[in-house]
């Protein structure tokens, strides 16, 4: 069992390196990214088994339950099966993790944004912006897409490259893909989009609590990396508790910026609380906003790199 354990240790510490690098070198291609399908499947299975707006709310909540795991099932099933197979798991789990993370799509996307804005090309720049976010973005002003671009890459580093690592060190690669899986599905079915407002909130609130496990180093490391007592000020002045304030908070504070605000979804406005420093986001912030969370996941993942080496170590003299 001991052997088991340190064998473990060093595969997923392999794993977690192999991805981590792959994904800061390369981007898979979108059209043949395993998420892209998985992203058809999920809008195909909401016009199937999402009710109209003449049922009950318990009827949009049973679909939306059972359609959640009719999607899960298989693919966890499969990957369990596959790995359990593989004379080579590491390399099966570095190749997962990979898929898993895709935050090189993400940078991209940023750096899309960021340059459409600096040439002035504001409809670029919202089109971009876009396909980041579930909100509209045809009115956004230059601010406004600035910040929420900011917010989008901050948004999706916590919930996505920190909660895929953090689920893969805790439980493994299943757990991982999993929460991933969850993760994708939540923003197909926004509870926040026309048609999915009830359809979508059992996966939402287990997408939410399963976020903790990310955001909670995450927003340790990215007050680290830009001014932890402004941005450890800036959480506890937020008007809002809830966690997106929070991060929003933690890292505008740092930074020294305002984020959050009024969102408009559905042609519906939410007026987010304004969160962070008082100056507006300048375009200048954007930068320096991707070099922050550059570092932030340079330290994710060194740390994730010791526990599993000091899990390696424990285990060896047990």
């Given at each position: 069992?001991?052997?088991?354990?340190?064998?473990?240790?060093?595969?997923?510490?392999?794993?977690?390196?192999?991805?981590?690098?792959?994904?800061?070198?390369?981007?898979?291609?979108?059209?043949?990214?395993?998420?892209?399908?998985?992203?058809?499947?999920?809008?195909?299975?909401?016009?199937?088994?999402?009710?109209?707006?003449?049922?009950?709310?318990?009827?949009?909540?049973?679909?939306?339950?059972?359609?959640?795991?009719?999607?899960?099932?298989?693919?966890?099933?499969?990957?369990?099966?596959?790995?359990?197979?593989?004379?080579?798991?590491?390399?099966?789990?570095?190749?997962?993790?990979?898929?898993?993370?895709?935050?090189?799509?993400?940078?991209?996307?940023?750096?899309?944004?960021?340059?459409?804005?600096?040439?002035?090309?504001?409809?670029?720049?919202?089109?971009?912006?876009?396909?980041?976010?579930?909100?509209?973005?045809?009115?956004?002003?230059?601010?406004?897409?600035?910040?929420?671009?900011?917010?989008?890459?901050?948004?999706?580093?916590?919930?996505?490259?920190?909660?895929?690592?953090?689920?893969?060190?805790?439980?493994?690669?299943?757990?991982a893909l999993c929460y991933r899986l969850i993760i994708q599905i939540n923003?197909?079915?926004?509870?926040?989009?026309?048609?999915?407002?009830?359809?979508?909130?059992?996966?939402?609130?287990?997408?939410?609590?399963?976020?903790?496990?990310?955001?909670?180093?995450?927003?340790?490391?990215?007050?680290?990396?830009?001014?932890?007592?402004?941005?450890?000020?800036?959480?506890?002045?937020?008007?809002?508790?809830?966690?997106?304030?929070?991060?929003?908070?933690?890292?505008?504070?740092?930074?020294?910026?305002?984020?959050?605000?009024?969102?408009?979804?559905?042609?519906?406005?939410?007026?987010?609380p304004r969160v962070g420093a008082q100056r507006q986001v300048r375009f200048?912030?954007?930068?320096?906003?991707?070099?922050?969370?550059?570092?932030?996941?340079?330290?994710?993942?060194?740390?994730?790199?010791?526990?599993?080496?000091?899990?390696?170590?424990?285990?060896?003299?047990?």
């Amino acid at each position: 069992m001991e052997a088991w354990y340190t064998h473990t240790s060093l595969l997923a510490l392999a794993s977690l390196l192999l991805a981590a690098v792959a994904d800061t070198l390369w981007r898979w291609p979108k059209a043949y990214h395993p998420l892209t399908l998985f992203q058809l499947l999920s809008d195909g299975m909401a016009r199937r088994v999402c009710p109209g707006a003449g049922h009950g709310k318990p009827q949009h909540y049973i679909s939306g339950a059972l359609g959640a795991v009719v999607l899960l099932v298989p693919f966890a099933g499969l990957t369990a099966a596959l790995l359990y197979m593989a004379e080579y798991p590491w390399f099966f789990e570095s190749v997962l993790m990979l898929c898993l993370l895709d935050f090189g799509h993400d940078r991209y996307r940023y750096q899309q944004i960021i340059k459409a804005t600096g040439q002035q090309k504001k409809i670029l720049a919202r089109e971009a912006l876009s396909t980041q976010v579930a909100r509209q973005t045809a009115s956004l002003s230059d601010i406004g897409i600035a910040k929420a671009a900011i917010e989008s890459l901050l948004l999706r580093f916590m919930y996505l490259y920190c909660g895929v690592l953090v689920w893969f060190v805790l439980l493994g690669p299943v757990a991982a893909l999993c929460y991933r899986l969850i993760i994708q599905i939540n923003w197909q079915w926004n509870p926040r989009l026309a048609g999915y407002h009830w359809f979508g909130r059992p996966v939402a609130l287990l997408a939410n609590l399963l976020k903790l496990a990310g955001a909670l180093p995450g927003i340790m490391f990215v007050m680290i990396v830009t001014h932890p007592i402004a941005a450890f000020r800036g959480m506890l002045a937020s008007p809002a508790k809830d966690r997106a304030s929070l991060i929003l908070a933690a890292f505008g504070a740092g930074l020294g910026i305002q984020l959050g605000g009024p969102a408009i979804y559905a042609n519906q406005k939410v007026r987010y609380p304004r969160v962070g420093a008082q100056r507006q986001v300048r375009f200048s912030d954007m930068t320096y906003a991707a070099r922050a969370i550059s570092r932030a996941r340079i330290l994710l993942v060194t740390f994730l790199s010791l526990l599993l080496l000091l899990i390696w170590s424990v285990n060896l003299h047990a």
